[in-house]
């Protein structure tokens, strides 16, 4: 639709060089305009929107092939560049036959020409099962999800990616056996602001400029914050007690200083359109650095 073709025009724009996105969202107008203008497309296959019994789909070895080639085709129907693999809730048990089943994608998507790459949490204990070794010798690239350190459902406010949080998540990745030339880092172009009221904890996600007109309107104090290095706020409005670690142009400089001092092979972003423009003269230099 026209919401889409914006977007494709907007990611050549701002020189984007890959968009990741849900087949149902784009339709053939939208990737006929992606194509035009030399952008990669890859689809995402997701578990996030939908409750999926990952254990049933994976775990047979015939229904996991049937679930492989299904992707492919789809893939190869729709002249996708890559498909991209983001499932959220695997769980211990099914560790392994998630591991196999991105053997298995990889082997048929290396044979179509299809680039393969799978999304990541950044490691803990709690996620070894995921087998970022092993998927960084079968995938294309390994993406690490560097934010949601405090998430939509934390009860605890705080940053969404604070720079140890960023630099942890792409060093441990390293350390499991994902090599720097196969790792990408995803940072955010969006922020929380967080409610503490009747001592209950809440927030909300906004881009960076409708987080910048919440600080402007509401007459908030922004502090540089080394810990973090983000700029820190916070409020007491009404009976609730408001605060911030805010994205922008300087914590998005640091999180690409550390991306580039361990060499890895480049940047992505949770999403495209939650960004300042200036934002993009800074990937630009990190880009070409």
């Not at 907007?10 to 784009?26: D, F, H, Q, W």
Request: hydrophobic share 40%; glycine share 8%.
């Amino acid at each position: 639709d026209e919401d889409n073709i914006k977007i494709a025009r907007m990611a050549k724009e701002k020189g984007v060089n890959r968009v990741i996105a849900r087949l149902s969202e784009v339709d053939s107008k939208t990737l006929t305009e992606f194509n035009e203008k030399g952008i990669e497309v890859w689809a995402v296959c997701t578990d996030v929107d939908n409750s999926v019994d990952l254990e049933a789909v994976l775990g047979v070895t015939e229904t996991r092939r049937a679930f492989v080639d299904r992707l492919v085709a789809s893939a190869l129907e729709y002249d996708l560049d890559g498909i991209n693999i983001d499932f959220e809730t695997v769980k211990a048990e099914t560790g392994p036959d998630y591991v196999q089943f991105l053997r298995e994608l990889s082997i048929q998507t290396h044979a179509n020409g299809l680039v393969l790459s799978v999304d990541n949490y950044a490691p803990t204990a709690s996620t070894e099962h995921y087998g970022r070794g092993e998927q960084g010798l079968v995938v294309d690239y390994v993406v690490v999800m560097g934010y949601d350190e405090h998430w939509g459902g934390s009860d605890i406010a705080g940053s969404v990616a604070s720079i140890d949080f960023v630099e942890g998540g792409i060093q441990r990745t390293i350390a499991a056996g994902v090599a720097p030339e196969k790792l990408i880092n995803a940072i955010p172009f969006y922020t929380r602001i967080w409610k503490t009221e009747g001592g209950v904890v809440s927030s909300e996600a906004l881009g960076m400029n409708a987080a910048k007109k919440w600080v402007d309107e509401n007459g908030v104090e922004l502090i540089w914050d080394n810990t973090t290095c983000q700029y820190y706020g916070e409020a007491q409005i009404g009976g609730a007690y408001y605060q911030i670690w805010i994205e922008e142009e300087e914590s998005i400089q640091t999180k690409l200083n550390v991306m580039q001092s361990n060499q890895v092979a480049g940047v992505a972003a949770w999403k495209l359109g939650f960004e300042k423009p200036e934002i993009w003269q800074i990937i630009y230099a990190y880009q070409n650095s």
